[in-house]
């Protein structure tokens, strides 16, 4: 079965430049997750999708960050624009549903340099 | 609101030797509690869990028992070896169904031949 699958694996760009990372969850998963995760932090939860709805986006910058998975699928997350603190590896993950019994999968991430 | 405290590392450790990483949690209600563990160049993977007090979790010779009195998660291993070398990650989720997860900070663990 094929994992979580994320692209770019790395990105590079300059402050206030814009940015957009792409995920490809486990096929037949639900729900889909996009977490932050600065150097030597634990992973943050930014956004929750249950198929094409948001759950929860309650953490999430929206007046930089968006986030969405149209056909509830896979899904986009962008930056526009970038500040240097938005450094980070970003991950996603999937599950098969909502709910603690549901594992959470992740994907390898993508490590955003803003400089 | 809801969060975990993961003892700091880095931990380096001499192979066959015992591992403890401590964490406890703060939280409303009666969460469920995880460890993951970030090998080098992969993505988290779920090690063990322990969805209410008393349970044992475990997995790969690793074992974690939810201590509701304490609010504690401790992960042990009686024997490491060099492949356990990893970031492992303390995590709650709560109770709400949304299966939100509150991550620690992350132990490095280096074994030592």
């Known amino acids: 079965e094929a994992g979580v699958a994320q692209s770019p694996r790395y990105k590079i760009i300059e402050k206030r430049q814009s940015v957009a990372f792409w995920c490809n969850p486990i096929s037949g998963h639900a729900t889909l997750y996009w977490y932050q995760q600065i150097l030597g932090q634990g992973p943050k939860l930014l956004i929750q999708f249950q198929n094409n709805g948001v759950v929860d986006d309650s953490q999430l910058p929206k007046d930089r960050f968006s986030a969405e998975r149209l056909k509830g699928v896979d899904s986009t997350l962008k930056i526009q624009p970038a500040k240097l603190e938005d450094s980070a590896v970003y991950l996603c993950?999937?599950?098969?549903?909502?709910?603690?019994?549901?594992?959470?999968?992740f994907g390898p991430g993508t490590r955003l340099t803003v400089l | 609101g809801d969060s975990v405290t993961q003892m700091e590392g880095p931990v380096t450790l001499s192979e066959e030797a015992f591992l403890t990483i401590n964490c406890t949690y703060t939280a409303t209600g009666y969460p469920s509690l995880f460890w993951y563990v970030q090998y080098p160049g992969e993505g988290l993977q779920l090690l063990l869990k322990a969805t209410k007090a008393d349970d044992k979790g475990s997995n790969k010779g690793f074992e974690a028992t939810y201590r509701k009195e304490t609010t504690s998660f401790h992960l042990e291993k009686g024997s490491v070896q060099v492949s356990d070398s990893a970031v492992y990650f303390c995590?709650?989720?709560?109770?709400?169904?949304?299966?939100?997860?509150?991550f620690g900070t992350g132990t490095r663990l280096t074994v030592i031949p």
């Open positions: 993950a999937s599950s098969l549903d909502r709910g603690v019994y549901n594992e959470q999968f």
């Open positions: 995590a709650l989720s709560d109770q709400t169904g949304a299966n939100n997860l509150f």
